[in-house]
């Protein structure tokens, strides 16, 4: 019972080459170009991006809501994109999902919701109960039960949502921005209960988000869709401490700390503001004091944090590096030959 | 004004019934009739779950053409048609045919406001879940938009109360027909009063009724604002 399930290679979703062009009045949008991601079993994947990237249109598109205009969404290895009527419904039964704003039905009570999706199912009366009891005992609201949604907290009421979207034993939980519209401790507690979840029952989740917190406090891949693209894709420690494109920086950067202005004076080829990330071995080696020593520069630590990831730590240093020009270049050379990931900072780019 | 209390009792507590006789059934088949069509109309516009600009187009206009149509229009319109469904196109039943066919397009929009009213995320997650036409209908629309239904049904009955008095000056019955015959007629303005106070009482006891079951909904609910 209490051994932790680990993510299996197989992958569960699959989705090849999918695009989505919406036309409206003439004007054709795309949501989504040219998307393709794989999501292992077990696994907890989070695809993050801003406000109209297309993150919604996916996810949708993952759980059978919207068909995508061409490519393909596997599940199992059978292509869902296509499904009609009860095939789709019962493919439906096999996934759960949970909302921003809950969507409970306000004319049921705390169980009646939970009993919802196990009418669909067609569960017995006496099975209903007892499921209603256990999944209620799961995320904690055994008192609420004939309680109706209106009296309850966002925090409670994404709980019965969490409750309700595995009533049927699902193999994937889908949660579209699902703490976006609760505040930072009760993100915090949902998020705990979705790695529970996971860990215990070896659902696999798949989550949207805008939110950079989150992807670092339970996912373990992440994938940065910008424009309906996915820009960037990987492990989320590999993707934190090396990230590539501009947008992720941009989301890295915003769920940390803020660089002071006052840091940032003009460029010279004597002074570099740089931004270093550590992971893995490279956080056990002294290689500050070893880049003065071997390379005359002085390095002044300004601000340095410590975020911790699913899976390791990355620590970030902001120093400023003064001393000659091939000095500073010698040391970035070397920072490069230890897998230290860097950055030269300059003004307005954080 | 003479008060004849004798003549008042041997007539209203008849037609009270008669009019409460009439909106009553008329109600009941106006529902019968408006609420499925509410719902199609509902849930094939534009966007929603069974989406057919065909099937709505037409729909909307035959409820477009039945509530443009004055009441008293309508009535003597429909007498051939009263005449061929129920034999007669005099007396509380006949007016029912006429009530009928008035309120059930007026049944049918009311349902489709409140059906709207419920938000498109429940329903999307109502979808997800797995569900079919048929049970989002029946567990997720007409749950979710009971409150509203029920003061709508509640307006209808108001409107209907009205209407029977109209059916009731051209021989349909009900305290209408007594107010024309003994009121108007035969200057009878002690029958004509309280005949006005009988049908302020109904639409006023109707109402109430309407409003304590909207509210208890509500209140079970938890979505009672204020009190």
Known sequence: ?350 | MSPNIDLALQLLPLQLWNTIYMVAVSTFFAVLIGLPIGVILTITDKGHIKENASLYKVLETIVNIGRSFPFAILMVALIPFTRWLVGTSLGTTASIVPLTVAAAPFVARLIETSLKEVDHHILEAAIVMGSNTWQIISKVLLQEALPSILSGITLTIVNLIGYSAMAGLVGGGGLGQVAIQYGYNRFNTFIMVVTVILLILLVQGVQWIGNVAVKSILRKRGKLIYE
């Open chain 1, 1 to 350: 019972m209490n051994e932790e399930k680990q993510p299996d290679p197989t992958p569960i979703i699959e989705i090849s080459a999918i695009s989505k062009i919406y036309k409206q009045a003439g004007i054709v949008t795309h949501a989504l170009r040219d998307v393709t991601l794989a999501i292992v079993k077990r696994d907890i994947y989070g695809i993050i991006g801003l406000s109209g990237a297309g993150k919604s249109t996916l996810i949708r598109c993952l759980a059978g809501l919207i068909k995508p205009s061409s490519g393909k969404v596997s599940f199992h290895n059978s292509d869902i994109s296509h499904l009609k009527g009860g095939n789709l419904r019962n493919f439906r039964l096999k996934i759960g999902m949970i909302f921003q704003h809950f969507n409970l039905l306000s004319s049921r009570t705390v169980a009646g919701n939970i009993t919802y999706p196990l009418e669909i199912a067609g569960v017995s009366k006496p099975e209903q109960n007892k499921r209603v009891d256990e999944l209620l005992g799961l995320v904690g609201l055994s008192s609420k039960k004939d309680v109706y949604p209106s009296s309850l907290s966002g925090g409670e009421k994404q709980r019965v949502g969490i409750a309700r979207a595995l009533a049927n034993h699902p193999e994937v939980l889908f949660c579209d921005e699902a703490t976006s519209a609760l505040d930072p401790r009760t993100t915090k507690e949902i998020l705990d209960l979705l790695k529970t979840i996971n860990k215990k029952l070896g659902v696999t989740i798949v989550l949207i988000t805008h939110d950079m917190e989150v992807i670092k406090r339970i996912c373990n891949r992440v994938a940065v869709i910008e424009a309906g693209k996915i820009v960037e894709e990987g492990l989320v420690s590999q993707v934190f401490a090396e990230p590539q494109h501009p947008t992720t920086k941009h989301f890295i950067q915003g769920s940390s700390h803020e660089i002071p202005e006052e840091f940032f004076k003009p460029p010279s080829p004597n002074r570099k503001l740089l931004r270093l990330r550590f992971k893995g071995t490279a956080a056990s080696e002294p290689l500050i004091s070893q880049i003065v020593k071997k390379y005359h520069v002085d390095a002044n630590i300004l601000l340095g944090w410590i975020d911790r990831l699913q899976t390791t730590t990355v620590g970030t240093l902001i120093v400023e590096l003064t001393g000659t020009a091939e000095g500073i270049a010698g040391a970035l050379g070397y920072l490069t030959e230890k897998t230290v990931h860097h950055e030269v900072l300059q003004q307005h780019e954080s």
